[in-house]
């Protein structure tokens, strides 16, 4: 298992949501986002904005309970060229939030980590997602940091069990009699996660030596490089990418990636 030092969450939302915002200023915000369909790219720039709204709102009151209302004051610009501006000040007063709030403070989430934490890091990777779905749509090159692509892998692998609420096909994934067990490996980082589908549910199997690090057989395989891997589990690519390399059971790899999206 890798051991590398833990990310600074805050710092990375902050790099990736300027890395996004420099992308879109002066774009042609009309342009159809591929990964997103129905999308314009002003569509994906005003969904990123909105979520850092949220969250912002979300940790500066600390919830205790799941909100029965997701709207927020998004404040959005009245033209389309102040969208760039609009995600960055966005993203600027999370980061202020962020900064003056305790990480290790109680409050509710969707997820696994009951913490304003869990907001941090949810941020980052839906910032980092959708600022790979810009370049694409302005045929642009991607690059991730494979330290950060490995943190998001094990970021969706730990909470995809808790998003039945907003994505219910993730409640099909469970086995049908004998448990069965996907193993999840980045090739560039020394990492690997094991999923274990029971007939009542799904999650990944704990070991001393972190997640998917038993030994225990598994029933089919998917490895590539971490940031292909990331791509790979969020749906921004394809597991017959000359990248990823699967194995064992087809059934199985087909049953996760119809209903593990979100």
């Given at each position: 298992?890798?051991?590398?030092?833990?990310?600074?969450?805050?710092?990375?939302?902050?790099?990736?949501?300027?890395?996004?915002?420099?992308?879109?200023?002066?774009?042609?915000?009309?342009?159809?986002?591929?990964?997103?369909?129905?999308?314009?790219?002003?569509?994906?720039?005003?969904?990123?904005?909105?979520?850092?709204?949220?969250?912002?709102?979300?940790?500066?009151?600390?919830?205790?309970?799941?909100?029965?209302?997701?709207?927020?004051?998004?404040?959005?610009?009245?033209?389309?060229?102040?969208?760039?501006?609009?995600?960055?000040?966005?993203?600027?007063?999370?980061?202020?939030?962020?900064?003056?709030?305790?990480?290790?403070?109680?409050?509710?989430?969707?997820?696994?980590?009951?913490?304003?934490?869990?907001?941090?890091?949810?941020?980052?990777?839906?910032?980092?997602?959708?600022?790979?779905?810009?370049?694409?749509?302005?045929?642009?090159?991607?690059?991730?940091?494979?330290?950060?692509?490995?943190?998001?892998?094990?970021?969706?692998?730990?909470?995809?069990?808790?998003?039945?609420?907003?994505?219910?096909?993730?409640?099909?994934?469970?086995?049908?009699?004998?448990?069965?067990?996907?193993?999840?490996?980045?090739?560039?980082?020394?990492?690997?996660?094991?999923?274990?589908?029971?007939?009542?549910?799904?999650?990944?199997?704990?070991?001393?030596?972190?997640?998917?690090?038993?030994?225990?057989?598994?029933?089919?395989?998917?490895?590539?490089?971490?940031?292909?891997?990331l791509l790979l589990v969020y749906g921004?690519?394809?597991?017959?990418?000359?990248?990823?390399?699967?194995?064992?059971?087809?059934?199985?790899?087909?049953?996760?990636?119809?209903?593990?999206?979100?």
């Amino acid at each position: 298992m890798n051991t590398a030092e833990p990310l600074d969450h805050r710092a990375a939302v902050a790099a990736e949501s300027a890395r996004f915002a420099g992308l879109v200023k002066g774009a042609d915000l009309t342009l159809a986002v591929p990964a997103c369909p129905g999308w314009t790219l002003v569509d994906l720039v005003r969904h990123t904005g909105g979520v850092h709204r949220m969250f912002t709102a979300l940790v500066r009151a600390r919830v205790q309970e799941r909100p029965t209302s997701r709207d927020v004051d998004l404040r959005l610009p009245e033209r389309e060229d102040g969208y760039a501006d609009w995600l960055a000040a966005g993203a600027a007063e999370a980061d202020q939030t962020f900064a003056s709030t305790d990480p290790d403070a109680p409050m509710w989430v969707w997820g696994a980590d009951g913490h304003v934490r869990f907001w941090v890091r949810r941020m980052l990777f839906e910032t980092l997602v959708h600022r790979v779905d810009a370049e694409r749509t302005l045929g642009l090159a991607s690059e991730i940091d494979p330290g950060l692509a490995r943190d998001g892998v094990d970021e969706f692998l730990v909470n995809l069990p808790y998003a039945t609420f907003f994505a219910p096909r993730v409640a099909e994934l469970r086995s049908a009699g004998a448990v069965q067990h996907i193993r999840f490996t980045s090739t560039d980082t020394d990492d690997d996660w094991l999923v274990q589908l029971r007939p009542d549910g799904f999650g990944l199997v704990e070991s001393q030596d972190g997640p998917g690090q038993d030994g225990t057989p598994a029933d089919a395989t998917i490895r590539a490089r971490a940031a292909d891997l990331l791509l790979l589990v969020y749906g921004r690519s394809d597991r017959s990418a000359g990248e990823v390399r699967t194995g064992g059971d087809e059934e199985l790899l087909q049953r996760w990636f119809t209903n593990s999206a979100f």
